[in-house]
């Protein structure tokens, strides 16, 4: 089944720098890929996705990138500040899966120092 | 529009009993997921339902099961529960009609099992 990993495992960067977040994934025929934040305590909320006919997305601050080919994707945060602190999670649909069916990875806690 | 409601919040089960927890998507959504939610392997996902009938089910054993009601309210029931089956069980709900693949999560179930 499909299989996707997650680095880093952590993250730290001072206010203002940027942080990458790269993920893998196994099946050539996963076609969607959202990423998740988790605030400590709260639920995860959907910060930005993209489907396989795309090869990037920007939504102000935060882009993601697709390579289809090299089977990867990554999570770019620009000018990070404090309230970025989170954990975040990466995801694709698994083989034959629906929306509602997503294989995530393991997560990556970023912490921006101020 | 309120969102995903779970209960209960908190739960603490000792080995061998079992636990029901319920989940009332948001209004109009028809497609609830189910994930268990471990600091050491992240979000898993359970089950996922769509109009009353399973679609999707992930890596879990048999004690692991779930059922959706014709308001498209959930439950998700462990059988004689294991010290390992601690987790924050989370829900989520989306529309799928309208493909836009976002799912909502609840603020989860946190089940302790002594």
């Known amino acids: 089944g499909e299989n996707v990993e997650q680095h880093p495992s952590t993250l730290s960067v001072q206010e203002g720098d940027s942080a990458v977040i790269k993920c893998t994934y196994s099946?050539?025929?996963?076609?969607?890929f959202p990423w998740y934040k988790q605030e400590l305590g709260k639920r995860p909320q959907l910060i930005i996705d993209?489907?396989?006919?795309?090869g990037e997305k920007k939504d102000q601050r935060i882009a993601v990138t697709l390579n289809k080919t090299a089977k990867h994707f990554s999570l770019h945060i620009t000018e990070t500040q404090p309230e970025d602190s989170a954990v975040y999670f990466c995801?694709?649909?698994?083989?034959?899966?629906?929306?509602?069916?997503?294989?995530f990875g393991k997560g990556t806690k970023l912490s921006v120092k101020p | 529009k309120a969102g995903v409601t779970q209960t209960p919040r908190y739960l603490i089960k000792t080995r061998g009993q079992q636990v029901t927890l319920s989940c009332s998507p948001i209004s109009g959504h028809r497609s609830v997921s189910w994930y268990q939610q471990t600091p050491g392997q992240g979000l898993q996902f359970l089950f996922e339902y769509f109009s009353e009938t399973q679609r999707n089910k992930g890596n879990f054993p048999g004690r692991f099961s779930g059922r959706q009601f014709s308001n498209s309210r959930s439950e998700m029931n462990v059988s004689t529960l294991e010290l390992g089956d601690s987790a924050l069980y989370l829900c989520?709900?989306?529309?799928?009609?309208?493909?836009?693949?976002?799912?909502?999560f609840g603020e989860g179930s946190r089940l302790t099992v002594l």
């Open positions: 099946d050539s025929a996963s076609n969607y």
């Open positions: 993209i489907r396989s006919n795309v």
């Open positions: 995801a694709a649909v698994a083989p034959g899966g629906s929306q509602g069916n997503l294989i």
């Open positions: 989520a709900s989306s529309l799928i009609e309208r493909g836009t693949g976002e799912l909502f």
